[in-house]
């Protein structure tokens, strides 16, 4: 059944000109892109975005992270597309990410307060209809 996920390229990955690259894989896997924004983030959204993390350690630079520079917004579509995108993405942190993983590949994390792992994708059905809510509210 095609359903829906919330895909951010976070700061790094559109400061490091990967927008294309990390685009060209999710269409390359043969997910559809439905809506694409490039924004700065308010807070508000990425505080709605991340309320589950909030008061862990790595929550304040996490919010100063994302807020650091333009992301871009993206709903992709496809059959298992939520957990096929995680699979993409790779390991949350850089250096145990596999290779062939968007961030296996391409992420850096080193000598940061905050992973810094190129993408964010949701991790369930309900996590999907409520971050794409936060970041496309017309939808
Ligand atoms: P995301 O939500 O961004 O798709 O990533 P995720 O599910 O793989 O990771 P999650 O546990 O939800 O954490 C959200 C984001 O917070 C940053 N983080 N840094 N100890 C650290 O340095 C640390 N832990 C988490 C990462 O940017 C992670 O993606
Ligand atoms: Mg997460």
């Given at each position: 059944?095609?359903?829906?996920t919330?895909?951010?390229?976070?700061?790094?990955g559109?400061?490091r000109g990967?927008i294309?690259?990390?685009?060209?894989?999710i269409?390359?896997?043969?997910?559809?892109?439905?809506?694409l924004?490039?924004?700065?983030?308010?807070?508000?959204q990425?505080?709605?975005?991340?309320?589950?993390?909030e008061?862990?350690?790595f929550?304040p630079?996490l919010?100063?992270?994302?807020?650091?520079?333009p992301?871009v917004?993206?709903?992709?579509?496809?059959?298992g597309?939520?957990?096929?995108?995680?699979?993409?993405?790779?390991?949350?942190?850089?250096t145990a990410?596999?290779?062939g993983?968007?961030?296996?590949?391409?992420?850096?994390?080193?000598?940061?307060?905050?992973?810094?792992?190129?993408?964010?994708?949701?991790?369930s059905?309900?996590?999907?209809a409520r971050?794409?809510?936060?970041?496309?509210?017309?939808s």
């Amino acid at each position: 059944m095609s359903e829906r996920t919330l895909v951010l390229v976070k700061p790094d990955g559109v400061e490091r000109g990967l927008i294309g690259e990390i685009v060209s894989r999710i269409e390359a896997k043969g997910y559809a892109i439905e809506r694409l924004e490039l924004l700065k983030a308010r807070n508000d959204q990425l505080a709605a975005h991340y309320a589950e993390h909030e008061g862990k350690p790595f929550y304040p630079p996490l919010i100063d992270f994302m807020c650091s520079g333009p992301l871009v917004a993206i709903i992709a579509s496809g059959e298992g597309v939520i957990a096929g995108f995680r699979s993409l993405a790779g390991a949350t942190d850089p250096t145990a990410a596999a290779p062939g993983t968007i961030r296996g590949d391409l992420a850096r994390d080193w000598g940061t307060k905050v992973q810094k792992n190129l993408v964010h994708g949701s991790d369930s059905p309900e996590s999907a209809a409520r971050e794409i809510a936060i970041w496309f509210p017309e939808s």
